[in-house]
């Protein structure tokens, strides 16, 4: 270690200025990051439902519409109501980037055999607008407590319209609806999460660990590091990556709240190891006690970080893979740029009693043992009450403008999030068999009480309101010349080129029950799909894959402990708290009815990466003093004293740190806060009671 020392003292400028280099870089490379909102991020890889969904985008241009609801001061099924109607259509259809929208009006009705123009509407087109209104039993009008509300579907192109949209009708009161909707606005939350929370994870650890250290310039040595592995994370996603998105955009906060472990241990050491030494020999006396647990500790968070690509997830993956190098980078940092600053700089010594570490060491022994069996026995049966059902609809706050949208949209028409029935013949799909087979699957739609759009809904009105015969047209010839009739709009619903069509269907509810049920009532060669669709698949597979994905990390852990200390009692001793906590987390998910999804899977990986941290410093600490004291009661003592302080400070820099995602407005990022702290009290105590008196009877016993 002393030439490792003598190492920073003779480049110690060099390191500097490459370090100046490295940040410049990185920085750069934040402002080439773009926003990812689309909720096929949750996806499943290789899902059938993304196939379908990609299939249905390239024969309608679209695959999701944004659903507008207007609150009306006036009867939109006046003469004036049906102008406004029209006014507001042109206004949308005026914004770049609309595909069409779907009225309850469109711009051209059947009236006999001939279609005539009401874009305009007239004292002489009224009555045939609202024949054709009544004939249609539009549901996109609803009075309800004295308003009138009115609700249109704006199919987009690619790219952002809702605050073009917002923009345009600023003067008409109104919500929105709809998946499209949900992934624009996830934008602007994103923005609002990447510029104040990583700032403030870094002031609320600072703030944690000041109360350990005391000095000020102590504490901002201790962060260092895991700023500077925030920034390198950041810019290395500028540059590799390009994007960041609603999973990944943890990574740097990961990086914060977790890369900050082996910086406050690597200060904590070096101040109590400072006293009757210079600099230089306090330095090389804490890498010595230390030094190998940082590595450990680094190499063990990325194997929690790691195990993560278990789970069928390209995000989740890309998170797994963008937190390990965060880690990676803050590991780094503390090995690399911490050492010279501390060479630079004097700290001072502040000696501060901690109460919380004196309660846990009071609990070694017997009682330890007594606590943790009680805590398995507590949590183990929560197991068995965990809820995988996460859909987007669960992501928001209430307070949040989409939460406030949606309920809206439920209770007005009784409709939120939509999914598809899509379709590819090798026929003309307007036939008569096809389009009654469609027809009697919609019913049971209905039945269910889901609301259906689709184009045979529209030729079946036609044909009984001009033909005057029940049903769907009985042959070809007739559908031929009542396709004359169809409003231009529905042609969003079918594609006879390609010959190709959809349905829209407005689920009763957003969950398994009810989605299983429509897929059920669906034949070949009609399938179904939608965002609410793949985020089911994802549901089902997350629960067995997390499974491997910890047993996994354990295992990588387990394997990684042993290579250091080769020994199988201390491996097996290292992992029993960790997976203790597994326990209590997953007990704690179940009561509360914390729903297990892609982002709270994280946390059992960052239970494994954080909870073997402080194991491992723990016992490499109690070895490094076992080699200068022979009574193993004096080695306990001297490691708690050393170890205590920073483990606890750690644990609660990390829930205090994560704890600014309270303010996200994601429920997600509330629910990974409330996870954050049952955990690490959990792992923190067992590692300051369970472990050592683990510890102390495998030696005594020697």
Same mark, same amino acid.
């Given at each position: 270690?002393?030439?490792?020392?003598?190492f920073?003292?003779?480049?110690?400028?060099?390191?500097?200025?490459?370090?100046?280099?490295l940040?410049?870089?990185?920085?750069?490379?934040?402002f080439?990051?773009?926003?990812?909102?689309?909720?096929?991020?949750?996806?499943?890889?290789?899902?059938?439902?993304?196939?379908?969904?990609?299939?249905?985008?390239?024969?309608? *241009?679209?695959?999701?519409?944004v659903?507008?609801?207007f609150?009306?001061?006036?009867?939109?099924?006046? *003469?004036?109501?049906?102008?406004?109607?029209? %006014?507001?259509e042109?206004?949308?259809?005026?914004?770049?980037?609309?595909?069409?929208?779907?009225?309850?009006?469109?711009?051209?009705?059947?009236?006999?055999?001939?279609?005539?123009?009401?874009?305009?509407?007239t004292?002489?087109?009224?009555?045939?607008?609202?024949?054709?209104?009544?004939?249609?039993?539009?549901?996109?009008?609803?009075?309800?407590?004295?308003?009138?509300?009115?609700?249109?579907?704006?199919?987009?192109?690619?790219?952002?319209?809702?605050?073009?949209?917002d923009?345009?009708?600023?003067?008409?009161?109104?919500?929105? =609806?709809?998946?499209?909707?949900?992934?624009e606005k996830i934008?602007?939350?994103?923005?609002?999460?990447?510029?104040?929370?990583?700032?403030?994870?870094?002031l609320?650890?600072?703030?944690?660990?000041?109360?350990?250290?005391?000095?000020?310039?102590?504490?901002?040595?201790?962060?260092?590091?895991?700023?500077?592995?925030?920034?390198?994370?950041?810019?290395?996603?500028?540059?590799?990556?390009?994007?960041?998105?609603?999973?990944?955009? *943890?990574?740097?906060?990961?990086? +914060?709240?977790?890369?900050? =472990?082996?910086?406050?241990?690597?200060?904590?050491?070096?101040?109590?190891?400072?006293?009757?030494?210079?600099?230089?020999?306090?330095?090389?006396?804490?890498?010595?006690?230390?030094?190998?647990?940082?590595?450990?500790t680094?190499?063990?968070?990325?194997?929690?970080?790691?195990?993560?690509?278990?789970?069928?997830?390209?995000?989740?993956?890309?998170?797994?893979?963008?937190?390990?190098?965060?880690?990676?980078?803050?590991?780094?940092?503390?090995?690399?740029?911490?050492p +010279?600053?501390?060479?630079?700089?004097?700290?001072?010594?502040?000696?501060?009693?901690?109460?919380?570490?004196?309660?846990?060491?009071?609990?070694?022994?017997?009682?330890?043992?007594?606590?943790?069996i009680?805590?398995?026995?507590?949590?183990?049966?929560?197991i068995?009450?965990?809820?995988? %059902?996460?859909?987007?609809?669960?992501?928001?706050?209430?307070?949040? %403008?989409?939460?406030?949208? &949606?309920?809206?949209?439920?209770?007005?028409?009784?409709?939120?999030?939509?999914?598809?029935?899509?379709?590819?013949?090798?026929?003309?799909?307007?036939?008569?068999?096809?389009?009654?087979?469609?027809?009697r699957?919609? %019913?049971?739609?209905?039945?269910?009480?889901?609301?259906?759009?689709?184009?045979?809904?529209?030729?079946?009105?036609?044909?009984e309101?001009?033909?005057?015969?029940?049903?769907?047209?009985?042959?070809?010839?007739?559908?031929?010349?009542?396709?004359?009739?169809?409003?231009? +709009? $529905?042609?969003?619903?079918?594609?006879?080129?390609?010959?190709?069509?959809?349905?829209?269907?407005?689920?009763?509810?957003?969950?398994?029950?009810?989605?299983?049920?429509?897929?059920?009532?669906?034949?070949?060669?009609?399938?179904?799909?939608?965002?609410?669709? @793949?985020?089911?698949?994802m549901?089902?597979?997350?629960v067995?894959?997390?499974?491997?994905?910890?047993?996994?990390? @354990?295992?990588m852990?387990?394997?990684?402990?042993?290579?250091?200390?080769?020994?199988?009692?201390?491996?097996?001793?290292?992992?029993?708290?960790?997976?203790?906590?597994?326990?209590?987390?997953?007990?704690?998910?179940? $009561?509360?009815?914390i729903?297990?999804?892609?982002?709270?899977?994280?946390?059992?990986?960052?239970?494994?990466?954080?909870g073997?941290?402080?194991? &491992?410093?723990?016992?490499?600490?109690?070895?490094?003093?076992?080699?200068?004291?022979?009574?193993?009661?004096?080695?306990?003592?001297k490691?708690?004293e050393?170890?205590?302080?920073?483990?606890?400070?750690?644990?609660?820099?990390?829930?205090?740190?994560?704890?600014?995602?309270?303010?996200?407005?994601?429920?997600?990022?509330?629910?990974?806060v409330?996870?954050?702290?049952?955990?690490?009290? #959990? #792992?923190s105590?067992? #590692?300051?009671?369970?472990?050592?008196?683990?510890?102390?009877?495998i030696?005594?016993?020697?």
């Amino acid at each position: 270690m002393e030439k490792y020392v003598e190492f920073f003292i003779k480049y110690k400028k060099i390191l500097l200025i490459f370090l100046i280099v490295l940040n410049i870089f990185f920085l750069l490379g934040i402002f080439r990051i773009r926003i990812n909102t689309d909720f096929t991020l949750f996806m499943s890889r290789n899902s059938k439902y993304v196939a379908i969904l990609n299939k249905m985008e390239q024969t309608f *241009l679209s695959n999701d519409q944004v659903n507008v609801i207007f609150e009306l001061n006036f009867d939109p099924l006046s *003469l004036e109501g049906l102008k406004k109607i029209k %006014e507001i259509e042109k206004k949308i259809k005026s914004i770049d980037g609309i595909l069409d929208v779907v009225s309850p009006l469109p711009d051209e009705i059947p009236v006999g055999f001939r279609k005539i123009n009401v874009s305009e509407i007239t004292e002489e087109n009224y009555s045939y607008a609202i024949n054709f209104i009544k004939m249609m039993n539009i549901e996109n009008i609803v009075e309800k407590n004295g308003k009138y509300y009115l609700m249109l579907y704006v199919i987009p192109r690619k790219g952002e319209i809702v605050k073009k949209l917002d923009s345009v009708l600023s003067d008409i009161p109104h919500y929105f =609806a709809g998946t499209k909707y949900l992934e624009e606005k996830i934008f602007d939350y994103m923005l609002f999460i990447i510029f104040t929370l990583p700032p403030l994870a870094i002031l609320t650890v600072f703030f944690v660990f000041k109360w350990r250290l005391g000095d000020f310039k102590a504490t901002f040595f201790s962060v260092f590091p895991a700023g500077i592995g925030a920034l390198w994370t950041m810019g290395f996603i500028g540059w590799v990556k390009g994007e960041i998105s609603l999973l990944t955009i *943890l990574a740097p906060i990961f990086t +914060i709240v977790m890369g900050s =472990a082996d910086g406050l241990h690597f200060v904590s050491h070096y101040i109590d190891l400072k006293k009757g030494r210079d600099k230089i020999q306090a330095l090389t006396e804490t890498f010595r006690s230390t030094g190998i647990a940082m590595i450990l500790t680094t190499v063990t968070t990325v194997a929690g970080f790691l195990s993560l690509a278990f789970i069928s997830s390209q995000s989740l993956s890309e998170l797994s893979i963008i937190s390990s190098i965060g880690i990676t980078f803050a590991g780094i940092a503390t090995w690399l740029f911490l050492p +010279i600053i501390l060479l630079h700089d004097d700290i001072k010594t502040v000696e501060r009693e901690s109460k919380i570490s004196k309660l846990f060491e009071s609990l070694l022994g017997k009682k330890s043992i007594i606590i943790s069996i009680i805590l398995f026995t507590a949590f183990f049966p929560g197991i068995f009450m965990i809820n995988n %059902e996460f859909y987007m609809i669960d992501m928001y706050k209430d307070y949040t %403008e989409v939460k406030k949208n &949606i309920d809206i949209s439920q209770d007005i028409f009784g409709m939120s999030i939509p999914v598809f029935a899509y379709f590819e013949t090798t026929f003309d799909p307007i036939e008569p068999e096809f389009a009654n087979k469609v027809l009697r699957i919609e %019913e049971e739609f209905r039945k269910n009480g889901n609301k259906v759009v689709s184009f045979y809904d529209v030729l079946t009105s036609i044909n009984e309101k001009i033909l005057k015969r029940e049903g769907y047209p009985e042959n070809s010839a007739q559908v031929k010349i009542l396709l004359n009739l169809v409003p231009n +709009i $529905y042609t969003n619903f079918l594609n006879r080129d390609k010959k190709a069509g959809r349905i829209i269907i407005f689920p009763k509810e957003i969950n398994r029950t009810q989605l299983e049920s429509i897929e059920r009532l669906v034949e070949d060669p009609i399938k179904v799909t939608g965002i609410p669709y @793949v985020m089911k698949e994802m549901n089902e597979k997350i629960v067995p894959q997390q499974i491997k994905s910890l047993l996994f990390a @354990v295992l990588m852990v387990f394997v990684i402990v042993f290579i250091r200390f080769k020994d199988l009692k201390k491996a097996f001793i290292s992992i029993f708290p960790i997976s203790l906590t597994l326990v209590v987390l997953f007990g704690f998910m179940g $009561y509360s009815g914390i729903k297990l999804s892609i982002i709270t899977a994280t946390m059992g990986s960052i239970v494994v990466g954080v909870g073997i941290d402080y194991a &491992i410093h723990f016992i490499e600490n109690f070895g490094y003093n076992l080699k200068k004291y022979s009574e193993v009661d004096l080695v306990l003592t001297k490691t708690y004293e050393t170890t205590s302080k920073p483990i606890l400070a750690n644990a609660l820099g990390l829930a205090i740190g994560l704890s600014v995602l309270i303010l996200s407005p994601f429920k997600i990022h509330e629910y990974l806060v409330m996870i954050m702290w049952v955990t690490m009290t #959990s #792992s923190s105590f067992l #590692s300051l009671s369970l472990l050592p008196t683990l510890l102390s009877k495998i030696y005594k016993s020697n």
